[in-house]
């Protein structure tokens, strides 16, 4: 299977008919526990917050497409950042992107670092800071690219050489923005892909989870362990619907990407709009390297307006666009990052301009939304 293509394997790998029934799809094992034939005699399953089939399924498809040996799904992103930072130890030191997702700073800066975790927030776009940012105490780098919600693009392969010559540093790369679809971490050098599948990977809003995706046989062994004893699992349901979104990633992807282009264009090229956020544009700093690194520039477009009580006007009078958090489904979100997903962020080195509007671009027609947000600047 591993030499099919992402479309195929997004439908198959994980996925064969069910062995008892035929099922084209995997069932959903909505089951506690399983009937050992003795003790400790048994099909592989015995308690489904160690494993359930359903979670197996989305595992291994997910493993498959970001090209990784493992995967390991969580209840939540939070969950599978949780449990990765769980393999810090008091004393040790995380080299942060400087305008991640607000949730991973927090968890950071108000839980591990109760608990000894040091880490220093840098502009992950500059080697020179990524460099000096690096102690001896360093074990992780957390990158994210595109970030979140100012759309930098982070040298995935640059960062992991560097990380990985300064010492036994793992390289994490939030990969929710971009999807194994459009990149693959691993490939170019990180250690670990982490995902908030509730984005696009689920695809269609309804879903909450995260994942996990690595080669290395020691690391995964020690996250698998802590998947089972910290126990932050998805269950079976959550499983079904987000192997359900996976199978139409790479068309929802190609669509969300071409109607990002358009939206991008449309606002970049509107007199009240002061700056516009896309790697897609040519004037991006990330532009080049988002050509090199990604297959296409992704569904995140965010602006920004002369002033905040302006953009928060904006963010009220979209109809097409939704007023909410979160991202990545099928239907078009406008939200207002310093007042929202990021305001847990506020007074911090990741704090966001309050003048931003992040837009997730949905895959409705392109002139609706357009149009949408045409109205909503008049
Ligand atoms: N990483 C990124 C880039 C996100 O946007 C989010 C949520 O918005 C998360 C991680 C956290 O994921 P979850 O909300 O599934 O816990």
New binding site residues.
């Given amino acids: 299977m591993s030499d099919h293509s992402f479309e195929t394997r997004a439908i198959h790998v994980g996925q064969e008919p069910d062995p008892t029934t035929g099922a084209a799809v995997v069932p959903i094992y909505q089951t506690s526990t399983y009937v050992q034939d003795e003790v400790t005699v048994h099909k592989g399953y015995e308690y489904s917050r160690t494993d359930n089939p359903t979670r197996t399924a989305l595992q291994e498809v997910l493993a498959s497409l970001e090209g990784a040996a493992h995967g390991l799904a969580f209840a939540?992103?939070?969950?599978a950042?949780s449990t990765m930072f769980s393999l810090l130890k008091p004393g040790e030191h995380v080299v942060l992107a400087d305008d991640?997702?607000g949730?991973?700073y927090r968890l950071l800066a108000k839980v591990l670092s109760e608990w000894g975790v040091a880490f220093d927030a840098v502009d992950l776009t500059d080697l020179d800071a990524v460099r000096k940012a690096i102690r001896d105490e360093t074990r992780m780098l957390w990158a994210?690219t595109p970030t979140?919600p100012l759309l930098k693009v982070v040298d995935i392969e640059a960062v992991s050489a560097i990380a990985h010559e300064a010492g036994p540093i793992r390289v994490v790369v939030?990969n929710?923005?971009a999807t194994p679809y459009l990149q693959n971490p691993i490939a170019l050098g990180a250690d670990v892909s982490?995902h908030?599948?509730?984005?696009y990977i689920g695809g269609h809003s309804d879903v909450?989870?995260?994942a996990l995706c690595l080669d290395d046989e020691e690391t995964y062994d020690r996250l698998k362990y802590l998947q089972n004893a910290a126990g932050a699992v998805p269950g079976p349901m959550d499983c079904y619907l987000t192997i359900r979104g996976l199978k139409t990633l790479a068309v929802r992807m190609e669509a969300h990407c071409r109607n990002a282009m358009k939206v991008a264009e449309f606002l970049f090229g509107h007199p009240r709009v002061t700056k516009v956020h896309y790697p897609g544009l040519s004037d991006h700093p990330g532009h080049e390297l988002a050509k090199r690194q990604m297959r296409d520039f992704g569904g995140m477009v965010s602006f920004e307006l002369a002033s905040e009580a302006e953009a928060l006007d904006v963010a009220r009078r979209t109809e097409l666009f939704f007023l909410g958090?979160?991202?990545g489904g099928v239907e078009s979100l406008i939200e207002h990052p310093g007042r929202m997903?990021h305001a847990s962020v506020a007074g911090s080195p990741c704090e966001v301009p309050d003048t931003l509007l992040r837009l997730s671009v949905g895959i409705e027609h392109p002139d609706d939304l357009i149009a949408d947000l045409e109205h909503a600047l008049a």
């Avoid at 908030?196 to 984005?199: D, E, V």
């Fill in positions: 939540s992103g939070m969950a950042t991640v997702y949730g991973t994210e979140n939030d929710t923005f982490m908030s599948t509730t984005k909450v989870g995260g958090e979160s991202l997903t």
